[in-house]
Each structure stands twice: as C-alpha cells, then as structure tokens.
C-alpha cells in the first residue's frame, strides 16, 4: 500500500511568487492534515480536512495560505503571495475514518522563499 | 496552553552507546503521549506511544515511560545502531487529537 506522497519534494522561489503543494494521502483515509515545520522549531498544525471539508483551520497562519481537498482525495496548500516566513518544510499526514490518533506523515515539501 | 519541550541537539554517539532523548511536557488533563521518527528523505513515523501513566510505550528496542509526577516521557535505547540516526520528535494529544510536537532531536550514530 503506497503511503502519504507530497509533491514537490524542493521548492526555491523568491518573495511575492506563488507556489502550490500537493499532497496524495493513503488511499481511502478520510482525514488529512497539514504541517509546518519552521526552521530548528516545533511542527505546527496547520489545518484538518474530513473528506472535502475543513473541519478545522484555525492553525492557518493568514489569508495568503488557501488550502483545498478536491472530491476529497488529494489536497493543495497554495501560498500566495510567499514571504520569507514562509519558508519552512510542509508536511501532510492522513489517518483513517475515527482513528485520528494515529497519522501517516508524508516526507514533506522543504520550501524555500528568498 | 500544551507544549512539549526536548533536548537540543544533535545527539552524537558511537554505535552500540546507550541512548537518553529527554522529553518534559506541559498540559491540562491527561495526555497520549508519543514519540516520532523521521528517517533522512522520509515521513515522520509513529515509533511508540503511551496512552495514562505508568504506562511504557516500546519499539524496535526504544523505550519510553509515561511519568505524571514528572510530566516526562523520556526516550531510551541501550544501544543504538548506526541506522538509527535520525530526528526524533516528543509529542503530546490532549482532549484534541491534533498533537503538539516538540522541536525535535537529531541524533547522529558513528560506526
């Protein structure tokens, strides 16, 4: 059984660009998560999706972060525009119906916003 | 609010030494506790967990202690393999089931 995948697994770009990363979680897992780990410091939670909705986005740091669970399968974080806070590495995690304690992480994004 | 707070580090250790990751955490109620490891290039991994005190959580040799009194769950390994160099991460889940990390651990082992 293929794990949590996220695309890309690097991404460069400079200040005031957008970048969109993907995350495809285990296949029939109705929750996935997002995470950010800044530099040397805790992983954050960022958001929860229950299938296509947001059951929870209050670690979502502002309105230039905009996250979408399409038909409920695979999810992109879009940051638009990045500053250089942003930079950090992304994770994506998936666990199943009612088991939320125990997540599947994915290998994460490593973002970097010069 | 809950936190988890680890050991700086990078860890370095010679193969075979034995292996302490402190791990101290502050919150409200009873928290799960857990560690997590992320190999180079891969995902975070669920490694142990333990779910009320005195409670022991074990995997792949690792070892680690549920103290309320203490309000610690330190990681152990009495002898660490050189494929065991990785970041570690303390984690806590409260009423919530979005867990709090701490900053992690790298541990670096030498043949």
């Known amino acids: 059984e293929a794990g949590v995948t996220q695309f890309p697994s690097h991404s460069v770009i400079e200040k005031g660009q957008t970048v969109t990363l993907r995350c495809d979680p285990i296949s029939g897992h109705d929750n996935l998560y997002w995470y950010r780990r800044v530099m040397g410091k805790e992983i954050k939670f960022l958001l929860h999706f229950v299938k296509e909705s947001k059951q929870d986005e209050s670690g979502m740091p502002n309105n230039r972060f905009l996250a979408e669970r399409t038909g409920g399968t695979y999810s992109t974080l879009k940051v638009q525009p990045a500053e250089l806070e942003d930079s950090g590495v992304y994770f994506c995690a998936s666990s199943q119906e009612g088991i939320t304690d125990t997540q599947y992480f994915g290998p994460g994004t490593r973002l970097t916003v010069l | 609010g809950n936190s988890v707070t680890q050991m700086e580090g990078p860890v370095t250790l010679s193969e075979e030494a034995f292996l302490t990751i402190n791990c101290t955490y502050t919150a409200t109620g009873y928290p799960s506790l857990f560690w997590y490891v992320q190999y180079p290039g891969e995902g975070l991994q669920l490694l142990l967990k333990a779910t009320k005190a005195d409670d022991k959580g074990s995997n792949k040799g690792f070892e680690a202690t549920y103290r309320k009194e203490t309000t610690s769950f330190h990681l152990e390994k009495g002898s660490v393999q050189v494929s065991d160099s990785a970041v570690y991460f303390c984690?806590?889940?409260?009423?919530?089931?979005?867990?709090?990390f701490g900053r992690g651990t790298s541990l670096i082992v030498h043949p």
């Open positions: 984690a806590l889940s409260a009423r919530s089931y979005i867990p709090t």
